[in-house]
């Protein structure tokens, strides 16, 4: 569906039951119907065109005002727009669907993440772990339907960032200080990961393919992590959210292929001798509470994503017969259909093939570490490979917030869009900063329970929040004592896996390392 010109608008009756907001987004649509109204009693701009009223109109006066209608419900009712939306990378264009939607969802919702599950069990046990990811999946599933109702929750606004939302359910300056730090956290944090298991999957890969072929001087594991960021960088120049859905094709096919490939390969070859399903023992109790809190960081690190819902939804056209809820929805289903297909078998398999001795780099260094010799060197390199096409797309994918953001600032100040060069400059910018961080923290599960613990409220907790602010339930009825429990309890897990991963880090920082083949 083609959208309208931005200078179209569209004069509607005023009406007391509807306040429309002073800014709105390019695309400019409502959605269908005022938040907490039916649809028998709530009004829409086509309202005033009922049977009722066209009862006594003459034949060809009824004909124009039915489709006056339809021309209505099908381009939504255009109010002033904000200008601005259009050159940043999120809103700059407005042609996404069902597809875009699950290749989006899929792309950031299963990915590296799932390598290092197995690593949670192996500190958390049979019974607790497999818990443990089925609680936090249901929560993040409910979680994500909150966020994509409130999307359109106020008639006549898109909430395209979840910043903005944040600040429509907490205040301005609150809702700011509460979501900006943990989003763009999240998509930084993770853009650091994907350098670590995306230059380290290529140092192995290298050396699979070229065996005893290798050189006598190797690049190093830090020359790898530069290549995998250049590459990153030369990616990131597409200029926005719509123009990666074929990097997101690309990144959800190669996730769930090479997840398989993984748990497979693991179950099907010989276990260690001397494996044991026992929780990992530790010296006192206080360090096998913080390593419990840091597992369960990583298992909320798993489920990661929900920063760029709002995002993702902000892609498609929305008018008030065709609301984006719709499409944005029945993608988002599809896509957590294979993303528990791809975590449960990895971090179940994963544990049953490798139990404790699971080294601290997840599941794809334990197959090199135990099977490098017994698995077929050309399937193990195209499992290898996989990873780092996946890698690669969803650097893309978690860094187009960031990306969002550096060109708002600079739109706000210079009134004018980012020109190619400086886009491309702050693309660059960020890719670099993100490799120094990731060369001085080479710890991927450290730094992903610690990345779990801090950002679990943008999952766990604020849509919560967001849903009893904004949608205003009854007051202590079930809906809102649900919702008030599910995000306190998401703020108190925030404190305490944070507590944990950082003592993780400390503690184990300058130990844990990826697996060294010899």
Excluded at 256 to 270: A, E, G, K
Excluded at 431 to 445: M, Y
Aim: with cysteine; charged share 10%.
């Amino acid at each position: 569906m083609d959208e309208r010109p931005e200078t179209e608008l569209i004069s509607i009756p005023a009406t007391p039951r509807v306040s429309t907001p002073e800014i709105q987004t390019p695309s400019g649509q409502r959605s269908p119907r005022p938040a907490g109204q039916k649809s028998s009693t709530a009004w829409t701009p086509t309202s005033f065109i009922s049977p009722r009223f066209l009862s006594p109109i003459g034949t060809p006066m009824k004909k124009v005002l039915i489709n006056m209608k339809g021309y209505l419900e099908e381009v939504g009712h255009l109010t002033k727009l904000n200008p601005q939306d259009a050159w940043l990378p999120i809103t700059e264009s407005r042609n996404g669907n069902a597809h875009y939607a699950a290749f989006h969802n899929l792309n950031a919702g299963v990915g590296f993440q799932a390598l290092v599950l197995p690593v949670a069990f192996a500190f958390l046990g049979w019974s607790w772990g497999i818990l443990s990811l089925t609680i936090a999946y249901c929560w993040q599933l409910y979680t994500l339907w909150i966020l994509v109702q409130l999307h359109e929750a106020v008639p006549g606004k898109r909430y395209n960032r979840y910043v903005e939302l944040a600040q429509a359910a907490f205040g301005e300056r609150l809702g700011v200080w509460l979501a900006l730090f943990p989003t763009v956290y999240l998509s930084a944090g993770t853009a650091t990961a994907l350098i670590l298991i995306g230059g380290e999957t290529m140092k192995l890969f290298f050396q699979i393919v070229c065996g005893p072929l290798c050189s006598s001087n190797p690049l190093t594991t830090v020359e790898w992590y530069l290549v995998f960021t250049s590459l990153c960088i030369v990616l990131s120049q597409l200029p926005n959210l719509n123009s990666i859905a074929g990097l997101s094709l690309v990144g959800a096919i190669t996730a769930i292929t090479y997840s398989t490939m993984v748990w497979v390969l693991s179950v099907s070859q010989q276990r260690p001798p001397t494996i044991s399903y026992e929780p990992l023992s530790l010296p006192s109790s206080s360090a096998a509470l913080f390593s419990v809190m840091n597992a369960l960081g990583i298992v909320a690190f798993a489920f990661r994503g929900h920063n760029l819902v709002l995002e993702i939804q902000a892609t498609m056209p929305s008018t008030f017969k065709n609301p984006a809820h719709v499409p944005m929805w029945r993608g988002a289903k599809v896509a957590y259909f294979f993303i528990a297909l791809c975590l449960f078998p990895v971090a179940i398999g994963g544990f049953w093939a490798y139990g404790n001795l699971m080294p601290s780099g997840g599941i794809l260094n334990a197959l090199y570490a135990f099977h490098s010799h017994s698995i077929p060197r050309g399937l193990l390199a195209l499992t290898f490979l996989l990873v780092v096409f996946n890698c690669l797309s969803s650097f893309q994918i978690y860094s187009m917030p960031a990306f969002d953001s550096f060109e708002a600032g600079y739109t706000s100040r210079t009134n004018r869009p980012c020109s190619i060069w400086v886009r491309s400059g702050f693309r660059v910018f960020y890719g670099f900063v993100s490799f120094f961080i990731g060369v001085a923290l080479p710890f991927l599960s450290s730094l992903a329970g610690l990345l779990g613990g801090l950002t679990l409220p943008v999952t766990f907790a604020y849509p919560c929040f967001m849903w009893v602010l904004i949608k205003r339930p009854p007051k202590y009825s079930f809906n809102w004592y649900f919702n008030w429990i599910l995000g306190w309890l998401g703020v108190a897990f925030s404190l305490a896996f944070s507590i944990g991963g950082i003592w993780s880090i400390v503690n184990n920082g300058l130990k844990l390392k990826f697996f060294k083949p010899n």
